[in-house]
C-alpha cells in the first residue's frame, strides 16, 4: 500500500508546478470541444440584428469573451484542483484530461 501512496504522492509532485497551466488547457479544452454549442446560441440570439452588429458580436465573443473567460476562469479552476487532496491530486488530473479526450471524441462523431 505504500508504494501506491508513494506513487501517487510522486505525480502530484511532478503535476504541481504545472498547476496553472494544467487549468488553463483543462478550459481551453472544454471551450474547444463545446464552443461551437454556445457559438450556435449566441448565433440564434443575434440573428435578428444587421449583418454588422452580427460580425461585430461574433469577433467580440470570440476575441474577448472566450479569451477573459479562460483568464479570469483558469485561477478558479486551479483553486478547486488545490481542493482536492495532494494524495488524489495527481491521479484525478490525469482522469480529467483522459475524461475530456472521451467527450471530444464522442462530440466528434454526434
Known sequence: MDVLTNFLLQ???WIHPYSSEIS???LAT???VYGDVLNKKIKRM???YHFIIRTGVFIFIC???YGLLIVYSAPLVKQLLHTIPSLY????IIFV??????????RRYI
Not at 484530461?97 to 464522442?106: D, I, Q
Open 89 to 92: 491530486r495527481g491521479i484525478t
Open 24 to 26: 488553463l488547457t483543462i
Open 97 to 106: 484530461f483522459l475524461l475530456l479526450g472521451y467527450l471530444a471524441e464522442r
Open 63 to 65: 476575441a474577448f469573451g
Open 30 to 32: 472544454v471551450l474547444v
Open 11 to 13: 505525480v502530484t509532485h
Open 46 to 48: 443575434i440573428r435578428p
